[in-house]
C-alpha cells in the first residue's frame, strides 16, 4: 500500500499522560499537513510542513501540541498532559499539489 | 484567515436523482479540493480543482475562481454515494486547506 500511513489507529490514554501519533506520508510527498476532526465538524488545520522545516502552525494549537518532520519523511505529532478536550481524529495529509489524508488516528482520553 | 461556506448542509436524496453541491470561498485560491468521507471516516479525494471543469464518472466539478466559488454534481445518485462532502482550499497567501464544514448526503434506495 503506498497510500499515507498512520499509527496507531487508535490510541486511548489517561489525562495527564503524554501521546505520540506518527505519519508516514507518500514517497517523495514534499508538503506534509495534520489537522484534528472533531464528531460533525470538519477537519481543523493544526500544522504544516514543507519537507523538513514547519511552515505554518495553527494559532488555535496550544504548546503543549508539537510536531516534527526530521529528514522530510515521516512525521510525528506529540501532545503533552492530554486533557479530554483533546479527544478526536489526527489526521495527516501528504502531498506536492493535490493532498492525501491518511485513515487517522482516534484518540480517546479518559 | 480564508472563509469557506457550504451548502446546503444536509441533503436527502432518492436512487436516481441528482444533486448540486456548493462551496464558496472569500479569497483568491492555489488549492480547491472535493473530498467524500466515508463511514469509516477515510476523506476519499474527489477533485483537484483550483479552476475549471472536470469530470469522472458520474461525478463533476466545476471551480469558478474569479467569482470564488465551486460546484460538485453527483448525477444518477447511489447508496454509497452517502457520507459527508467536503470543500477544502488553500488561500494564495498561504499553506492551509481549509475545510468547509461539509454537506451530509443521505442517497435512499
Known amino acids: 500500500d503506498t497510500g499515507v500511513s498512520q499509527n496507531p489507529r487508535h490510541k486511548i490514554t489517561k489525562r495527564g499522560q503524554n501521546v505520540t501519533f506518527r505519519c508516514d506520508p507518500i514517497s517523495e510527498h514534499n508538503r506534509l499537513y495534520w489537522y484534528r476532526q472533531t464528531l460533525g465538524q470538519g477537519p481543523e488545520f493544526l500544522t504544516y510542513?514543507?519537507?523538513?522545516?514547519?511552515?505554518?502552525k495553527s494559532r488555535l494549537l496550544s504548546d503543549r501540541f508539537s510536531a516534527e518532520r526530521p529528514k522530510g519523511s515521516f512525521s510525528t505529532l506529540e501532545i503533552q498532559r492530554t486533557e479530554q478536550g483533546d479527544s478526536a481524529m489526527y489526521l495527516c495529509?501528504?502531498?506536492?499539489?493535490?493532498?492525501?489524508f491518511g485513515q487517522g488516528t482516534r484518540l480517546t482520553v479518559v | 484567515g480564508i472563509q469557506v461556506e457550504q451548502s446546503p448542509p444536509d441533503l436527502i436524496l432518492q436512487e436516481g436523482a441528482n444533486s448540486t453541491l456548493r462551496c464558496n470561498f472569500s479569497?483568491?485560491?492555489?488549492?480547491l479540493q472535493w473530498f467524500h468521507q466515508n463511514p469509516w471516516g477515510q476523506l476519499i479525494n474527489l477533485f483537484y480543482i483550483p479552476s475549471g471543469t472536470k469530470q469522472n464518472g458520474r461525478l463533476s466539478a466545476t471551480t469558478v475562481a474569479t467569482e470564488r466559488y465551486s460546484l460538485l454534481y453527483i448525477s444518477s445518485s447511489q447508496t454509497t454515494d452517502s457520507g459527508v462532502y467536503f470543500c477544502?482550499?488553500?488561500?494564495?497567501?498561504?499553506?492551509?486547506?481549509?475545510f468547509g464544514k461539509g454537506t451530509s448526503l443521505l442517497v435512499t434506495p
Open positions: 477544502a482550499v488553500a488561500s494564495d497567501s498561504g499553506y492551509a486547506l481549509n
Open positions: 479569497d483568491s485560491v492555489n488549492n
Open positions: 510542513f514543507q519537507n523538513e522545516a514547519q511552515l505554518e
Open positions: 495529509a501528504s502531498g506536492n499539489t493535490e493532498a492525501f
